[in-house]
């Protein structure tokens, strides 16, 4: 059985009470409860997140095995590199932090997506991290082309660990070139986890894995002993942490 939340006092339960892998639902901890700023920062802490639908109560997870992307073990394939380059080079492309997070929610919740009918990131959902994002919790990473929005990412920073949410792209290689450049932001903060709550291909082929959960929480109680990243700025500086020399290329605008 699975505890239903009451309010705003009524704790969640510790992950390692979540549903087992013969159950209908493995990795489910909670539903119900609200989606406060207060509530989230709870959930992230033990190891928790919020998914569920449209018409769905809240659903709060905690999967085992949990996906992660490790900074120090991520590959940066050739093609990769090579659009990297391209896009230092490029005038008028650019990577921001945090300039456009409410447009990089939305379009993570409306860009269609291969095989998936419908969105996890509901109204409810998008209005709880817009108001974590303001008290400096949530960041967006965005990559953009001659003015434009073309692809990013956002996810949730707490300590020294970063929960990867949702990404998109409307251009090639747009989410790709955001998740490397959080990668390497990772990398000069000492970030050593950054979570992808549930397998996926495409992290793999980055060098994601599969942690078991007690694993995971103990790289995330370390993480959370540790200070806050203040500093949420891009410079094109940060392309040495994946051993890439951005040379002279334009300064990328700071935010």
Do not use: N
Request: net charge negative; aromatic share 10%.
């Amino acid at each position: 059985m699975i505890r239903w939340l009451r309010g705003a006092d009524d704790p969640l339960p510790e992950a390692r009470l979540a549903l087992g892998p013969d159950s209908e639902a493995p990795g489910l901890v909670a539903a119900g409860g609200e989606l406060g700023t207060e509530r989230l920062a709870e959930a992230y802490a033990k190891g928790i997140f919020p998914w569920f639908s449209e018409g769905q109560p809240i659903l709060w997870w905690s999967p085992d095995p949990r996906m992660v992307l490790l900074p120090a073990e991520f590959k940066l394939v050739r093609s990769l590199k090579k659009a990297i380059h391209r896009f230092i080079a490029t005038p008028g492309c650019e990577v921001r932090i945090d300039s456009a997070f409410g447009r990089v929610i939305e379009a993570c919740a409306t860009t269609p997506r291969g095989g998936e009918s419908g969105t996890w990131i509901v109204a409810d959902m998008i209005e709880a991290y817009a108001a974590w994002h303001a008290q400096g919790r949530v960041h967006s990473v965005e990559t953009w082309i001659d003015g434009e929005l073309a692809g990013g990412l956002y996810g949730v920073s707490l300590g020294r660990m970063f929960f990867g949410e949702s990404m998109f792209a409307r251009r090639t290689d747009a989410s790709k070139i955001a998740l490397a450049a959080l990668v390497a932001f990772c990398r000069r903060h000492g970030v050593e986890t950054i979570d992808c709550q549930q397998r996926t291909a495409h992290l793999a082929s980055f060098g994601g894995r599969e942690l078991p959960r007690a694993e995971f929480m103990g790289r995330l109680d370390a993480a959370l002993a540790m200070p806050a990243i203040v500093d949420w700025t891009y410079d094109l500086s940060l392309w040495r942490q994946l051993g890439i020399d951005a040379g002279s290329a334009p300064e990328a605008a700071a935010s």
